[in-house]
């Protein structure tokens, strides 16, 4: 018989850290914040590029595969990396309701970002 | 007791834990800050940057817009902005994944990182907006 069946819930994961999804997102944050590291200085360097291009030009640039790659993928960690980082923001300042209602707000924001950016991408690449 | 007593006339407000307007500043504290100022204003900044990628997806006309915009004081006064806000996010960043490895917590290494970060992210945006000049 072991001895935790002699001990409360509670007292059973006192001291083992959050029950919630902290270190998940500390971790997240943190390897989205790497790869973004290539992906800004791979990002500004196609913005740069794109620079003294007219728009039909600036698009069959933005439409070779290695730009959009680059692209897509600053785009995708960058969503994901800001919607983690204003989850943090939110949970300082706010509270109650208007906290839910932030952090609803928040995600939505940065898919909606997310999804409207790649869409853009694709149709740059293939239309 | 008086004092505090709910409804009492010489209620006092309640105590609270002590934040950033005591504290004398320091860089590694307006380092952080910054942090957070520039993240959130990345976040808003972004939008920019879906704006951007509409408009070239859609027609020249609506590529127009964006172009009038970018080009016009108010527009290259944002993008500089968020150039500078993208490299001070960016270096800040790095220096949080030095601190997080251990290091630079102390001294003789923890104002000059900070300080380090203030550098880089001016130095890169400047860099970054004089080649943008040279090219266009």
New interface residues.
């Given amino acids: 018989m072991s001895r935790n069946q002699y001990r409360t819930p509670l007292g059973q994961v006192r001291g083992l850290g959050s029950a919630r999804n902290g270190t998940g997102e500390a971790y997240h944050q ?1 390897l989205t ?2 790869l ?2 290539p992906l ?1 200085v791979g990002f ?1 360097c196609v913005l ?1 590029a794109l ?2 291009k007219d ?2 030009a ?2 069959a640039e ?1 439409g070779r595969p290695f730009p959009a790659i680059v ?1 897509l993928l600053f ?1 995708l960690a ?1 969503a994901y990396h ?1 919607e983690i ?2 989850r943090s ?1 939110i949970r300082d300042y706010l509270h109650g309701h208007q906290r839910e209602w932030a952090l609803i707000v928040n995600t939505l924001f940065a898919f909606a ?1 997310g999804v ?2 790649v ?3 694709a ?2 690449g293939f ?1 | 007791m008086a004092s505090t007593e709910l409804g009492g006339k010489a209620q006092r407000p309640r105590p609270l834990s002590p934040h950033l307007d005591i504290y004398r500043w320091s860089v590694t504290m307006a380092i952080s800050i910054a942090h ?1 100022v520039t ?2 204003g ?2 808003i900044g ?2 920019l ?2 704006w951007f ?2 408009a ?2 859609s027609d ?1 006309a609506s ?2 817009v964006f172009s009038a915009f970018i080009h016009s004081f108010i527009g290259r006064l944002v993008l500089f902005g968020f150039t500078f806000a ?1 490299f001070q996010h ?1 270096m800040s ?2 220096r ?2 030095i601190l ?1 490895a251990g290091y630079g917590l102390d001294e003789p290494l923890r104002d000059p990182l900070a300080w380090a970060v203030v550098g880089c992210s001016a130095a890169l945006t400047l860099i ?1 907006w004089v ?2 000049y040279a ?2």
């Fill in positions: 943190r914040a790497l973004l590291v800004t500004v740069l620079l003294s728009y039909n600036a698009r933005l692209f785009v960058g800001m980082g204003m923001v970002l409207a950016c869409y853009a991408i149709r740059i239309v | 957070r993240g959130v990345l976040y972004v939008l940057l879906a990628l509409l070239l997806s020249a590529f127009a993208l960016l960043g790095l949080h994944f997080d970054v080649i943008g090219v266009r």
